[in-house]
């Protein structure tokens, strides 16, 4: 999974080879993914919030192929998440904007700035060190 974003009647859900509409939210389905794992998206939250001791746009460790961070609050209709392990690169376009590269060259555009994605690349590899030394 490349990323998710809100889509008229639900949620679109964009793959390597393939677009998803699905009929429900996006954390609805986040939920569905974390409970593979046996647990939930509130409890994932929840322990990345308490070890990151931050509140907002906490990003979401799904699996070892999924961790994914939000563009911005999930209140707003406009927000991606983003697959952190299928961006190849991302670059600033202007102050509000930047450029997502993934894995298969695709390309695109978020209302987001550059700094903002720097920082949830910067709190992922913080959840992965806690992970090392922990295992």
Not at 11 to 25: A, N, P, Q, Y
Not at 31 to 58: E, P, Q, W, Y
Request: aromatic share 14%.
């Amino acid at each position: 999974m490349y990323y998710i974003k809100r889509y008229n009647e639900g949620i679109l859900v964009k793959c390597e080879f393939s677009e998803l509409l699905i009929k429900t939210g996006i954390k609805s389905y986040l939920n569905n993914l974390c409970m593979d794992s046996l647990s939930t998206f509130d409890g994932r939250k929840k322990a990345i919030t308490k070890l990151l001791s931050h509140r907002n746009n906490v990003p979401i460790y799904i699996n070892k192929d999924t961790f994914v961070y939000p563009t911005k609050s999930l209140r707003e209709y406009d927000m991606f998440f983003i697959n952190y392990h299928e961006v190849l690169s991302y670059k600033k376009i202007d102050r509000y904007n930047t450029l997502f590269i993934f894995k298969n060259l695709e390309e695109l555009v978020v209302e987001v700035s550059v700094k903002k994605i720097t920082k949830q690349h910067e709190r992922i590899e913080l959840v992965y060190q806690h992970i090392d030394n922990i295992i």
